[in-house]
């Protein structure tokens, strides 16, 4: 049976773009909170909205992807063997190399910037365990270098999605230079919409403190890049070869994705935000949370427009 989700070409199915999503976020809320400790580093302290809603997202959202991912595999209880087992030449495999690093090293950054409230949590629950005060305090001289480290590996997981579907070379539409910068400035979009939603749903969430307008600054710019590098994206495929051309064809010009495409991607999560925000939206809670929820829709269904309309076509 042939459909728009079952055809013979595909390979990668929708798991696989709800675990793009995820791990979209998790680098984009990271991002954002780096660079709102470095320009704003009055209000990245352990109390902003913006870092408590990374603390308590960015770990699970990319855990959760990662657990998709596995059992999406023909032989899940296999997976630990790439965790020790590393080739230079698999993007999968480097991709776990990463993933462990990015873990790793964003466990140990939250832990330094939330290390009042954990300190308070080891006294009550854990008195004994004494040494994780004193290990945090011996490391918070390194928090600048850790923040930079931090920074480099979200951006690099950001682009490590596009790069996983770009490395599908009989594919003539995902294997494009453009499709990690793409991601990444998806998934900073899609964490300034999470951030936004968190806070317009708390019920003491401040939707007009300092964070929130540096949120507002940077979403418009983030859109029109996301614009841009999409029509950038396209054109490529139309100059480029047959497989290109044929694949732009089927994936924009008629049929079930080009629907999906114009009327979910653009209409829906490009589009209508911007208009909101043109004629003044934004100031109100409802506002917030239309715009936000429009954006976030977008990018979820950006990642499964890449995902199957960039199968439909073998070169």
Known sequence: MTSAFHFESLVWDWPIAIYLFLIGISAGLVTLSILLRRYHP??????SQIM??????APTSIALGLFILIFHLTRPWTFWKLMFHYSFTSVMSMGVMLFQIYMLVLVLWLALIFRDELASLQQRWLPKLSVIPTLLARLLPL???IEILMLVLAVLLGAYTGFLLSALKSYPMLNNPLLPALFL???ISSGIAVVMLVVTLRPKGDIHSR???FLHRLETPVVWLEIFLLAAFFIGLALGDDGKLRALSAALASGFWAWWFWLGVVGLGLVLPLLLKAVGWGKTRLHILLISGCSLCGVLLLRYFILYAGQMTVA
Do not use: N, Q, V, Y
């Open 211 to 213: 964070e929130m307008h």
């Open 143 to 145: 928090l600048r270098s």
């Open 185 to 187: 400035f998806s998934g």
């Open 42 to 47: 009055e209000d990245g302290s352990s109390k």
């Open 52 to 57: 408590l809603t990374t603390l308590f997202i």
